[in-house]
């Protein structure tokens, strides 16, 4: 009885990297809680053996459910596996991603289970025995810091920010018995869009443009930029761009769009609202280009350039190329 | 969108001002109010005016807006009604970072009326909890798709395409269900003089909010540490190998 519970998700037949994050922070809360780390893998046949590599991440038992249904989303049947191992286990916490999926399983198992959820969580410790953990609120413009009493604890954590630790480890995969029916819904796999499986609230690097850049067809000196960095990036875009139909929605960071924390954030012609800051404030190491130094963007941009953007973008792809190459 | 008499429930937040700028209360558990100005929350916009269009096309069919929040909120549902919704619902209750508590309360609410489609924005933008849509589904036992982009009705069936990492998903189910709504679904209006006149007659019910007790704690709440303020590298194309450098070397980040 206890230890803690990490919830996977897999795409297209494969573990998305954010499941490594879930268990590491498992791990680590484990480590503080007592108990072992039970990992939770609904996937296609086949799943099991990319399953097994989550023990160099620090789970014990791996369950793995395996079904050709569960190549989409299947949230009627992750909660029976849930509410199933819960049940079995009685853990101090159940902890998943702030994923798109998460986001939509986690409330879900919650309510389920009966019991609170702390969302989007950036940083998970222990006081007196129980979890306590700070999450962001109005988009980053305060943290809050809550404690939670009784078990288990549901705390769904943000992408990139439990960075995932290998460590020795023998935990083993154990299959586990789900059926995908009943489902009260029926869920057809992702359809990639422009930028692929990568999202701006994910990516490693994130490319940003806003008003700045004068006109949407001047977006494929952003998509140079991106393509020199290599992988991992993807590109963002202010509210203003946005509403004005220069770029889809998706692509916005801000309060009324996502909220990232990459480890290098490009601001191209955004004054820094502070809707945008909202968005990317917590961004590790963040550049700005900006014809205007009294943008409010250099405040919280660690390294600044003021100038013409069209002529400081073809300067910094070509020696960011140059560095690469090197 | 178009199916024939739809009765929607589109449940509805009064929040905080996206461009208002956060201070922590006195009492470190809450914001300072004085000078922040509360609208509808910006995603519960397109619930509404997803709810609203689908009694439009239909030609038949019924929005009703519930809230829960403090007396103020009845503001929030005036302004829904301007907007089109037919009735008004405040749970009079102070929600808190417990969404559980707030979606408990929803569905107590919810589960003695008659609709078809329960709509939300997919959160609202001061606590940022994104749980009580799912959570209210789950209670009722109902279907749910949060983060929706599109949405078509017809016949009971529901095809909802949500939002996810870098593409979308289609969700299937028959009513009733829920819907949490994402900026694209639609282009919500803006209340007409002819709607704000309409929504003072429009009936507005009040009642206690039954929140239940709370398994988590708010401990505090603070403002983030501030950013160390930056610096300019330089001006202009001749910077930007010193800023390559010190990305490489300092930062570590290329």
Redesign the interface.
């Known amino acids: 009885m206890g230890g803690v519970l990490a919830v996977t998700e897999t795409r297209g037949g494969a573990l ?1 990297g954010v499941s490594r994050e879930v268990v590491t922070a498992a791990r680590s809360l484990a480590g503080r809680l007592g108990g072992g780390v039970d990992a939770l893998v609904l996937g296609p046949p086949g799943i099991g053996e990319e399953a097994g590599h989550l023990a160099a991440f620090g789970a014990d038992r791996i369950f793995v459910a395996q079904d050709e249904a569960f190549g ?2 299947a949230p009627d049947a992750a ?1 029976r596996a849930i509410e199933e191992l819960e049940g079995a286990n009685e853990y101090r916490a159940i902890l998943l991603a702030a ?3 998460g ?6 198992a ?3 289970l ?7 969580v950036t940083e998970i410790s222990v006081e007196d025995d129980r979890p ?1 953990v700070v ?16 078990a288990p ?1 549901l705390i769904s954590i943000r992408p990139n920010v439990f960075l995932p630790e290998e460590r020795e480890g023998d935990g083993a995969v154990e299959p586990l018995d789900v059926s995908a029916e009943p489902a ?10 422009g ?5 701006v ?2 990516a490693r ?1 994130v490319v940003s443009g806003g008003r700045g850049m004068g006109d949407p067809e001047n977006w494929h000196l952003l998509e140079d930029l991106k393509d020199a ?1 290599g992988d991992g990036v ?1 590109l963002g875009a202010s509210r203003a761009v946005v509403d004005a139909g220069w770029r ?3 692509e ?1 960071v801000g ?3 996502k909220v990232v924390t990459p ?2 954030y490009f601001a191209i012609g955004i004054s820094g ?3 945008h800051l ?1 968005g990317m ?2 961004a ?5 280009v900006n014809r205007d ?1 009294e943008a409010p963007i ?11 953007l069209f ?2 973008l ?3 792809t070509e ?2 190329r140059a ?2 190459a090197v | 969108m178009k199916d024939a008499n739809v009765k929607s429930i589109v449940c509805i937040k009064r929040v905080p001002d996206t461009e208002t700028r956060v201070r922590i209360g006195s009492d470190g558990a809450s914001i300072d109010p004085s000078g922040v100005k509360y609208v509808l929350n910006p995603y519960d916009e397109f619930a509404l005016e997803e709810a609203i269009r689908l009694k439009e096309a239909a030609g038949e069919g019924s929005v009703t807006a519930l809230s829960l929040g403090p007396p103020a909120a009845t503001e929030t549902l005036r302004t829904a009604l301007a907007m089109g919704a037919d009735d008004a619902v405040l749970l009079e209750g102070e929600p808190s970072h417990d969404g559980l508590a707030t979606a408990r309360a929803l569905a107590a609410e919810i589960e003695g009326r008659d609709f078809d489609l329960l709509l939300f924005g997919k959160q609202a933008v001061d606590d940022d909890n994104m749980q009580v849509p799912a959570m209210v589904a789950e209670i009722l036992g109902l279907p749910c798709a949060t983060v929706v982009v599109e949405l078509d009705v017809e016949g009971g069936h529901v095809r909802a395409v949500r939002e996810v990492e870098g593409g979308h998903e289609t969700v299937e189910f028959d009513l009733p269900g829920v819907v949490a709504a994402q900026k694209g679904l639609n282009e919500p209006r803006y209340a007409s003089l002819k709607g704000i006149m309409a929504a003072k007659k429009k009936p507005l019910e009040e009642k206690e909010a039954d929140l239940s007790g709370s398994d988590i704690e708010l401990l505090s709440l603070s403002e983030p540490p501030e950013a160390e303020a930056g610096e300019i590298v330089g001006e202009g194309a001749d910077a930007v190998p010193e800023l390559v450098r010190r990305l490489r070397e300092e930062a570590k980040v290329l």
């Open positions: 998305r989409a989303y909660l994923s798109a999926r986001k939509d399983l986690a409330p879900r919650a309510a389920r009966d019991r609170p959820l702390a969302s989007d306590v999450r962001p609120q109005y988009a980053g413009k305060a943290l809050a810091k809550l404690a939670f009493s009784g604890a009260r819904t029926r869920v057809h796999p992702v359809e990639s869009g930028q692929g499986e990568l999202d609230a994910e690097i960095l993807a889809p929605h998706e916005q309060q009324t769009g480890e290098l609202a502070i809707q909202a404030r917590t590790k190491v963040i550049v700005a130094p250099f405040d919280v941009a660690d390294y600044g350039i003021v100038g013409d002529e400081v073809p300067k910094l020696e960011i560095a690469k």
